[in-house]
């Protein structure tokens, strides 16, 4: 049974060649682009919907 290091995944290094700091900065680094620029990218893509709408109805 082999074991998962999710981490080490994330960050490409084998298990043991990233320090813990690494692996929580390459986590947050990613988090910050799946999660936070995504929500912007959603608020942008609401934003052009609501002045399409509006343009329709004026």
């Known amino acids: 049974m082999s074991r998962r290091y999710p981490l080490a995944a994330v960050s490409g290094a084998p ?5 813990g700091i690494g692996d929580i900065l390459d986590w947050n680094r990613g988090y910050v ?26």
Request: hydrophobic share 40%; net charge positive.
């Open 33 to 58: 682009r799946r999660h936070l620029l995504e929500s912007l990218a959603t608020v942008g893509g609401q934003v052009m919907l609501a002045l399409k709408t509006l343009r329709y109805l004026l």
């Open 15 to 19: 298990p043991g060649q990233q320090s």
